[in-house]
Every structure is written in structure tokens, then in C-alpha cells.
């Protein structure tokens, strides 16, 4: 930024325009520079180092095994600060990741989901469905944005998020207290790319029902509970102050390595991790840019 006001300074004194004429002309600049080049959002993931976990809690992770499943977690699972992780080998297995207990890896990762979360439910909402069931007639299609909860969230049926072509659309669902699946319910993402987004943001516990076929990040301020069966084909369970539970389940954080022959995509996404409507602080970075580059120039002509 610097060096574009020093090209300007230098383009202004060879053509010998006066110091006041060069500020006022700095300063049209300035403003049609931030007017034109600052995003209001930025699409950018933000779940940082926890993208790479497909399973966090922070007391304990748990799994049992009653059906013909076994668990199957792509990705890493943490847990932290706690240190337990139970029923995995050789009951569940975890690839395309390893078992992070209480190390710098899980501590970070924590980090990053609990900013991630606190970022998700500050977010102004587009849509208030405190009254709604999720799946039910007329709520079973939802276009990108902020879904707003002020209690509990439950989902019956089938659930089909529509970007409508575009590669970038986010779904964020801002629930004030629990979230639960019915048996068999599902969510489905159609008609987007690899920056999509879908973030449950749960104020308290989310339960998946027996064979719900879930798809987004699960990041609950409690714990998680998987029934048996239930699935995230493309996303994460995060459990930021209590456990995650999991009984036969099948997480992915990677549907294109690992779709565990569902057949669902996640286009590339990297488990619908991708943008997410966060506003971004750049036009005060720009502006004081601005400022500086000013303040230098003042300082040139004054020399």
C-alpha cells in the first residue's frame, strides 16, 4: 500500500502539482479504493487447525458396538483436556488421521473450534425458525444463509440444502439449546461446490437419531451423541465442554477421500468446511494503510 502512494507522490511532483491538489487527489483515492476493493465477507474457512479432526471432544470419547457396524472415523479425533478415548481398536477404527489425546494438536485444534463457535453464533440471522421442525412440509428446502433457533432444533425427515449453483453457499444453523435427529432423517446438500459450508452451531447437546445420515459440522457447547447407526457422511462432531458419544457410526471429514460407499459428495468441500459469511475488519486495515501513506506524503512535501 506504501508503495502505490509513494508511485503516486512520485507521478504528482514530476507533473509539479501543487501540495494541496495532491492531497485532495490522495485522499479521491483512498475512497475509491476502499469503496471498490473491500469485501463485506469472507468466504474463507475458519475452522483453521480443527479442519483436520473429523471427532473432538473435551472430556471423553466414547464408542460401543452393538450392530454389524463397526465405527469408522476419516480423520483425526481428539479429545481435550480430558485424556479418555474408549472402544476403539479393535471395535472402531480411525483413518486418514490418528488419536490426538490432550496433545498440542487437540489443545490447538479446540482453540480454533471454540472461536469458530463463538464466531457462528454472533452472526445477525436471516431466518428466525424457532417455531419450525426442520424436514417438516414447507421447511424440508433451504436456500443459503442464517437459520436462528432460540431454543431447541429438531429435524424429521429428510432435509435438503439447495445452494442453487452457487459454489460458495453456507448454511449456518444458530440453535439456542438441543439438537436432535429423528430415526432415519437425513440432510442433503445439492447444487454447490467446494466452498460450501453447513455449521450447526448448538448451544448445548445434539443427539443424532438411530440411521440419520447427517451432513455438516456439529460444533455443540456440551456433547454429542451419535445412536446407533446415525452417520455424518461429510463433516465433523466437535463437543467443546462434555463428551462425544458414538455407537457403529460413520464420520468423515473428507468425503471425496471417504464416502464409505454412500455415494454422497461433498464437492469437494473438504467435509462442507468451506466459506462461511463472517463480516472481516479490512477496511480499517485499508483505511489506516491510508492514513500512513498520507502521513508520509504530508511529511515528503514538508521536507
Given at each position: 500500500?506504501?508503495?502505490?502512494?509513494?508511485?503516486?507522490?512520485?507521478?504528482?511532483?514530476?507533473?509539479?502539482?501543487?501540495?494541496?491538489?495532491?492531497?485532495?487527489?490522495?485522499?479521491?483515492?483512498?475512497?475509491?479504493?476502499?469503496?471498490?476493493?473491500?469485501?463485506?465477507?469472507?468466504?474463507?474457512?475458519?475452522?483453521?487447525?480443527?479442519?483436520?479432526?473429523?471427532?473432538?471432544?473435551?472430556?471423553?470419547?466414547?464408542?460401543?458396538?452393538?450392530?454389524?457396524?463397526?465405527?469408522?472415523?476419516?480423520?483425526?479425533?481428539?479429545?481435550?483436556?480430558?485424556?479418555?478415548?474408549?472402544?476403539?481398536?479393535?471395535?472402531?477404527?480411525?483413518?486418514?488421521?490418528?488419536?490426538?489425546?490432550?496433545?498440542?494438536?487437540?489443545?490447538?485444534?479446540?482453540?480454533?473450534?471454540?472461536?469458530?463457535?463463538?464466531?457462528?453464533?454472533?452472526?445477525?440471522?436471516?431466518?428466525?425458525?424457532?417455531?419450525?421442525?426442520?424436514?417438516?412440509?414447507?421447511?424440508?428446502?433451504?436456500?443459503?444463509?442464517?437459520?436462528?433457533?432460540?431454543?431447541?432444533?429438531?429435524?424429521?425427515?429428510?432435509?435438503?440444502?439447495?445452494?442453487?449453483?452457487?459454489?460458495?453457499?453456507?448454511?449456518?444453523?444458530?440453535?439456542?439449546?438441543?439438537?436432535?435427529?429423528?430415526?432415519?432423517?437425513?440432510?442433503?446438500?445439492?447444487?454447490?461446490?467446494?466452498?460450501?459450508?453447513?455449521?450447526?452451531?448448538?448451544?448445548?447437546?445434539?443427539?443424532?437419531?438411530?440411521?440419520?445420515?447427517?451432513?455438516?459440522?456439529?460444533?455443540?457447547?456440551?456433547?454429542?451423541?451419535?445412536?446407533?447407526?446415525?452417520?455424518?457422511?461429510?463433516?465433523?462432531?466437535?463437543?467443546?465442554?462434555g463428551a462425544v458419544t458414538l455407537k457403529d457410526n460413520f464420520i468423515s471429514n473428507n468425503n471425496t477421500a471417504e464416502d464409505f460407499d454412500t455415494g454422497r459428495s461433498d464437492f469437494g468441500s473438504y467435509g462442507f468446511s468451506g466459506g462461511t459469511p463472517v463480516p472481516v475488519p479490512?477496511?480499517?486495515?485499508?483505511?489506516?494503510?491510508?492514513?500512513?501513506?498520507?502521513?508520509?506524503?504530508?511529511?515528503?512535501?514538508?521536507?
Amino acid at each position: 500500500m506504501r508503495a502505490i502512494f509513494k508511485e503516486i507522490s512520485q507521478f504528482l511532483d514530476e507533473r509539479k502539482v501543487s501540495k494541496i491538489k495532491c492531497n485532495y487527489l490522495i485522499l479521491l483515492i483512498v475512497a475509491l479504493t476502499a469503496f471498490l476493493c473491500i469485501p463485506l465477507v469472507s468466504n474463507a474457512s475458519i475452522l483453521n487447525s480443527a479442519q483436520s479432526f473429523a471427532v473432538l471432544g473435551s472430556s471423553t470419547v466414547t464408542n460401543d458396538h452393538s450392530t454389524s457396524q463397526s465405527t469408522q472415523v476419516y480423520g483425526n479425533l481428539g479429545v481435550t483436556p480430558g485424556t479418555s478415548v474408549t472402544g476403539f481398536y479393535p471395535d472402531g477404527t480411525v483413518s486418514g488421521g490418528t488419536i490426538h489425546k490432550n496433545d498440542g494438536v487437540a489443545q490447538l485444534a479446540k482453540a480454533d473450534a471454540t472461536a469458530v463457535y463463538n464466531t457462528l453464533s454472533g452472526l445477525p440471522y436471516d431466518h428466525n425458525y424457532s417455531s419450525f421442525v426442520l424436514g417438516s412440509a414447507g421447511y424440508d428446502t433451504l436456500s443459503p444463509g442464517v437459520y436462528y433457533f432460540s431454543s431447541s432444533a429438531q429435524l424429521t425427515g429428510a432435509l435438503t440444502l439447495d445452494g442453487g449453483g452457487n459454489a460458495d453457499a453456507t448454511w449456518v444453523f444458530q440453535i439456542g439449546s438441543t439438537l436432535t435427529t429423528a430415526s432415519d432423517s437425513s440432510v442433503n446438500v445439492i447444487n454447490t461446490g467446494s466452498g460450501a459450508g453447513v455449521y450447526w452451531q448448538v448451544g448445548s447437546s445434539a443427539t443424532l437419531g438411530t440411521g440419520t445420515m447427517f451432513a455438516g459440522n456439529i460444533i455443540a457447547l456440551a456433547s454429542v451423541g451419535l445412536d446407533p447407526t446415525a452417520a455424518i457422511l461429510c463433516g465433523r462432531a466437535f463437543a467443546l465442554t462434555g463428551a462425544v458419544t458414538l455407537k457403529d457410526n460413520f464420520i468423515s471429514n473428507n468425503n471425496t477421500a471417504e464416502d464409505f460407499d454412500t455415494g454422497r459428495s461433498d464437492f469437494g468441500s473438504y467435509g462442507f468446511s468451506g466459506g462461511t459469511p463472517v463480516p472481516v475488519p479490512p477496511t480499517i486495515f485499508l483505511l489506516g494503510s491510508s492514513i500512513l501513506g498520507l502521513a508520509g506524503l504530508r511529511f515528503r512535501f514538508k521536507g
